[in-house]
């Protein structure tokens, strides 16, 4: 845990409620700027099934809501076995990983097969010029869940101290609104980087109009977005199984 993440542990101990409330929303916003969280796969999964503004917001919804559900399950699980010896959450956190990073994998695999599929058949209406162009699916519910979870089910481990501590105080009300805060951050940090994407493509999009060689590589992000699905998955199961292993 940072020095940052320190500060939602003080400011459960002696801020007041809103104080307590706003430096759980900013830890969140920058906790989920730190390597990992998903934010590349929420990128690359926005540009390969050509997402809009509100699979953006809706993967920030999910995100926010898988972590929250995740702090709280895990947590209330992992102190009714150990009670008031409930410490790490690390054993649980690494078979988690490699549960998400497996499902990260699946996805990708699925997409990248959609995707280079989609791209033979405009190669083929365009030399051909029968059939249609194009008719991958934007999104699927089940997509913008397993990306979500690459950053949002595994539970931070300031998020968890933070219930442990409220549980062995007394204080559970309080925890859980700063986790479910926490979590908010999570969200709008999620939310930002996808509506960047979002634009950053668009933008290529118009510019790619007035010339054929951008043309060209936009026609190529889907396949390049998925690609990279499948790459992160490789290296989130890579690094989980290392943990394991190490463990």
Not at 127 to 140: E, K, Q, R, Y
Not at 204 to 225: E, S, Y
Request: aromatic share 6%; hydrophobic share 60%.
């Amino acid at each position: 845990m940072t020095g940052f993440d320190a500060r939602l542990l003080d400011a459960f101990d002696h801020a007041l409620w809103p104080m307590a409330i706003a430096v759980a929303l900013l830890v969140g916003a920058a906790h989920a700027l730190r390597p990992g969280h998903g934010k590349t796969l929420v990128a690359a999964y926005l540009v390969a099934e050509r997402g809009r503004w509100m699979h953006a917001a809706a993967l920030a919804v999910i995100v926010a809501g898988l972590h929250t559900v995740s702090v709280l399950t895990i947590g209330l699980l992992w102190w009714a076995v150990a009670g008031e010896r409930a410490g790490s959450i690390e054993p649980v956190a690494v078979w988690g990983r490699l549960a998400v990073a497996l499902m990260v994998l699946a996805l990708g695999a699925i997409v990248l097969h959609r995707q280079w599929r989609a791209f033979q058949r405009r190669r083929e209406h365009r030399h051909h010029h029968h059939g249609p162009a194009d008719g991958v699916a934007p999104w699927s519910w089940a997509g913008l869940f397993a990306i979500a979870s690459a950053g949002a089910l595994i539970p931070s481990p300031a998020a968890f101290l933070l219930l442990v501590s409220g549980l062995l105080t007394g204080r559970v009300a309080l925890a859980v609104v700063m986790v479910a805060c926490f979590g908010i951050g999570l969200a709008a940090t999620v939310l930002a980087v996808g509506l960047m994407v979002i634009a950053g493509r668009d933008w290529l999009g118009r510019k790619a109009k007035a010339n054929r060689q951008l043309m060209r590589i936009g026609a190529l992000a889907p396949l390049v977005g998925a690609t990279a699905i499948v790459c992160g998955g490789f290296v989130l199961s890579a690094t989980a199984l290392a943990a394991l292993v190490g463990a």
